[in-house]
């Protein structure tokens, strides 16, 4: 069946990086684009970033722009999200979601970032 | 990016109806877009529900009941999300969602208690 898990989260000091992976399987994961959305404790979903299928455009929120950096490895079927220059306003469960099919009807079970000294 | 306003909360009865709305800033067009509606219960991931454009353009996800149903107020440039014959598993959080161009947004969701 088709599915997403993420992986990577974990506690990281402010001004740290991370780097999450969500492996997709059940799809062709090369035929679509992915997204990043995230969700602070006790708040709303928060769209982080989009990958087109093939990684030729992407795609930022501007809470994240110039910081984070999505791509993908689809030989492995991988996408990723590289994060520097943690703030505390970053902790959040992390998502990846496909796209069309339609937009975000396929979720990951999410990853816990904890930026915290 | 432009913000989608939904109520932070709302209520009703079992077997009651609950509208939810989703309002677009007054520069983007309700009309102009697809007007995604998610669930989210806590401890879990979003589930999709529906989209809607116009009464012959609109998609219910797989498993939704029909109860769930999508709708636009052109005049409030307003999404709305009709919940009939309201059930205690109805309770959740709902969220809206619009694509405008190179980034997603999402509404700040809607807390909906089933009394």
């Known amino acids: 069946q088709v599915q997403l898990v993420e992986s990577g989260g974990g506690v990281v000091q402010p001004g740290g990086s991370l780097r999450l992976s969500c492996a997709a399987s059940?799809?062709?994961?090369?035929?679509?684009?992915m997204h990043w959305v995230r969700q602070a404790p006790g708040k709303g979903l928060e769209w982080v970033a989009f990958i087109r299928y093939d990684g030729s455009n992407k795609y930022y929120a501007d809470s994240v722009k110039g910081r984070f950096t999505i791509s993908r490895d689809n030989s492995k079927n991988t996408l990723y999200l590289q994060m520097n220059s943690l703030r505390a306003e970053d902790t959040a469960v992390y998502y990846c979601?496909?796209?069309?099919?339609?937009?975000?009807?396929?979720w990951g079970q999410g990853t816990m970032v904890t930026v915290s000294s | 990016q432009p913000v989608l306003t939904q109520p932070p909360s709302s209520s009703a009865s079992p077997g009651e109806s609950a509208r939810l709305t989703c309002t677009l800033p007054?520069?983007?067009?309700?009309?102009?877009?697809?007007i995604y509606w998610y669930q989210q219960k806590p401890g879990s991931p979003p589930r999709y529900l529906l989209y809607?454009?116009?009464?012959?353009?609109?998609?219910?996800g797989s498993g939704v009941p029909s109860r769930f149903s999508g709708s636009k107020d052109a005049s409030a440039n307003t999404g709305i999300l009709l919940i009939s014959g309201l059930q205690s598993e109805d309770e959740a959080d709902y969220y809206c969602m619009i694509w405008p161009s190179n980034a997603v947004v999402f509404g700040g969701g809607t807390k909906l208690t089933v009394l």
């Open positions: 809607y454009y116009s009464d012959s353009d609109k998609g219910q």
């Open positions: 979601a496909k796209d069309l099919g339609p937009p975000f009807a396929i």
């Open positions: 007054s520069d983007i067009n309700v009309g102009s877009y697809n």
């Open positions: 059940g799809f062709t994961f090369s035929s679509y684009g």
